[in-house]
């Protein structure tokens, strides 16, 4: 009788464990990588030369939100406007945040205008792309 006791403790544990695993997947569908390959495809889209541009993944979202907390502050109607459509489209959703910075060209600084893309993590829609200048 133990055994069985034993044996069912044992298995709620392993069941719940296993729910807590499946939930954590529900809320992160999309990989960082599969997210990179997403933003890749849309600025390929978007006649965005790849080849010009480091790829860094924003994990935590710090410099987007530090991004967004300079467009919330500007007193510019126009970048007003752009914080609040962006903050529209964002709210309520999880994301990728991903950079593509201009490669640094020795002697030459650094090679044309970046990009940003936000990739939905459940969907894998893309959210916003930010063509850099």
Request: net charge positive.
């Amino acid at each position: 009788m133990k055994q069985l006791i034993g044996l069912v403790a044992l298995l709620g544990f392993m069941l719940g464990g296993m729910e807590r695993a499946i939930q954590a997947e529900e809320n992160l569908l999309v990989t960082k990588d599969r997210a990179i390959e997403i933003g890749n495809r849309h600025l390929t889209k978007m006649k965005i030369d790849l080849h010009d541009l480091d790829v860094q993944v924003d994990e935590g979202s710090k410099r987007w939100n530090d991004f967004m907390s300079i467009l919330r502050a500007s007193p510019d109607r126009d970048t007003q406007r752009q914080f609040q459509q962006y903050e529209r489209k964002l709210k309520g959703r999880s994301y990728w945040a991903i950079f593509y910075k201009p490669k640094h060209v020795p002697g030459r600084g650094f090679k044309g205008g970046g990009a940003t893309v936000l990739v939905d993590s459940k969907t894998g829609r893309v959210l916003l792309a930010i063509r850099g200048e």
